[in-house]
């Protein structure tokens, strides 16, 4: 999945086609080798927003070569795209290459039929419109991106960063985004199911709940409970719970199994662990119990997923 396609035209918007670039198109080598070769495609001076013309491959026929193709949003979601563009994504659908598109590009990618019969997002506020002029299209308004193998859609602008972290994990595994996360000083993951609407994106430095995550994550081993959170917390239960929805969008439980799961996957990279230390040390408890989990979420068995992105450091 090296090769990227960025799909520019005109009313496409500069903010979401600039983190496709600042991901897929700054060589990071250092990172993961070989990185992704990113081009962008579009007419010969193409407007991003209202700010800036950018030179672009003319043209759209090479992008249904590309191994992955990047739809941005769309300026105005009720003008018909180019047609062009629609013939160009539907050849790189046809050809089987991965398509994702950034908060209302999925309008584009709706209007070139691709996304019929799928479960997508957009941003909350087009969502309604979305599911009403496309009823074939299953619009899920609530989540930050989905994942629907080979097409991947995202809510907005922060969103758009998370679907291609999202994405780059999955071709070269957590600590490669996680890394990338770091340096671009953003949350290294946020799972696709997350709220779009929630009170914070993360809790505020010197909070109860910033305190208790990270004790919570350097005792991953350790079999811990809601009560237990609550007690370091100096909260009730109830109320702890309802932070942590209001926060993270999920329970406490759920951001614990995640926060196993992504140990888990950061040490089947990194060591020569066997499964079932690495369920020890994760919390899981035992071998099977890690592997169903494991499989359920990442979709491939632990040790196919160490054969993968199992890296010397």
């Given at each position: 999945m090296?090769?990227?396609?960025l799909v520019?035209?005109?009313g496409a918007?500069?903010?979401?086609a600039a983190?496709?670039?600042e991901?897929?198109g700054?060589?990071?080598?250092?990172?993961a080798?070989p990185?992704?070769d990113?081009?962008?495609?579009?007419?010969r001076s193409?407007w991003?927003?209202?700010l800036?013309r950018?030179?672009?491959?003319?043209?759209?026929?090479?992008?249904a070569?590309?191994d992955?193709?990047?739809?941005p949003?769309c300026?105005?979601v009720?003008?018909?795209p180019?047609a062009d563009?629609?013939?160009a994504l539907?050849?790189a659908?046809a050809r089987?290459?991965?398509?994702?598109s950034?908060c209302t590009g999925?309008?584009?990618l709706?209007?070139?039929?691709?996304l019929?019969?799928r479960?997508v997002t957009?941003?909350w506020?087009?969502?309604a419109?979305l599911?009403?002029r496309?009823?074939?299209v299953?619009?899920?308004a609530?989540?930050?991106?989905?994942d629907?193998d080979p097409v991947?859609t995202s809510a907005?602008?922060?969103?758009c960063?998370?679907?291609c972290?999202?994405v780059v994990?999955?071709?070269?595994?957590?600590a490669?985004a996680n890394?990338l996360?770091?340096?671009?000083?953003?949350?290294?993951?946020?799972?696709g199911?997350?709220?779009?609407?929630?009170?914070?994106?993360?809790p505020?430095t010197g909070?109860?709940?910033?305190?208790?995550?990270r004790?919570?994550v350097?005792?991953l081993?350790?079999?811990?409970t809601?009560e237990?959170?609550?007690?370091?917390?100096?909260?009730?239960?109830r109320?702890?719970?309802?932070?942590?929805v209001?926060?993270?969008?999920?329970?406490?439980?759920r951001?614990?199994?995640?926060?196993r799961?992504?140990r888990a996957?950061?040490?089947?990279?990194?060591?020569d662990?066997?499964?079932?230390?690495?369920?020890d040390?994760?919390g899981m408890?035992?071998a099977a119990?890690?592997?169903r989990?494991f499989h359920?979420?990442?979709?491939?068995?632990?040790d196919?997923?160490r054969?993968?992105?199992?890296?010397d450091?």
């Amino acid at each position: 999945m090296r090769s990227v396609a960025l799909v520019l035209y005109e009313g496409a918007m500069l903010f979401e086609a600039a983190t496709a670039v600042e991901v897929f198109g700054v060589v990071r080598d250092d990172i993961a080798d070989p990185w992704y070769d990113l081009t962008v495609y579009g007419p010969r001076s193409a407007w991003l927003g209202e700010l800036a013309r950018v030179a672009t491959a003319s043209g759209f026929g090479p992008v249904a070569g590309a191994d992955t193709v990047v739809v941005p949003s769309c300026h105005d979601v009720d003008a018909e795209p180019p047609a062009d563009v629609v013939a160009a994504l539907r050849a790189a659908h046809a050809r089987g290459a991965r398509i994702m598109s950034l908060c209302t590009g999925a309008f584009v990618l709706a209007a070139a039929g691709l996304l019929d019969g799928r479960r997508v997002t957009t941003h909350w506020a087009h969502a309604a419109d979305l599911a009403r002029r496309y009823p074939e299209v299953e619009v899920d308004a609530d989540v930050l991106y989905v994942d629907d193998d080979p097409v991947l859609t995202s809510a907005g602008k922060a969103a758009c960063m998370d679907l291609c972290l999202h994405v780059v994990r999955k071709d070269h595994g957590a600590a490669a985004a996680n890394t990338l996360a770091r340096r671009l000083v953003v949350p290294p993951h946020r799972s696709g199911g997350q709220a779009q609407f929630i009170a914070a994106p993360s809790p505020a430095t010197g909070s109860p709940l910033e305190a208790v995550m990270r004790w919570s994550v350097e005792r991953l081993h350790e079999p811990l409970t809601v009560e237990q959170l609550a007690s370091r917390a100096g909260m009730s239960s109830r109320n702890l719970a309802r932070h942590f929805v209001a926060t993270t969008g999920t329970t406490p439980l759920r951001w614990l199994h995640n926060q196993r799961l992504h140990r888990a996957q950061e040490l089947l990279e990194t060591t020569d662990l066997a499964v079932d230390l690495i369920a020890d040390r994760t919390g899981m408890g035992t071998a099977a119990t890690l592997r169903r989990h494991f499989h359920r979420t990442v979709g491939v068995a632990p040790d196919q997923y160490r054969r993968t992105f199992r890296r010397d450091r």
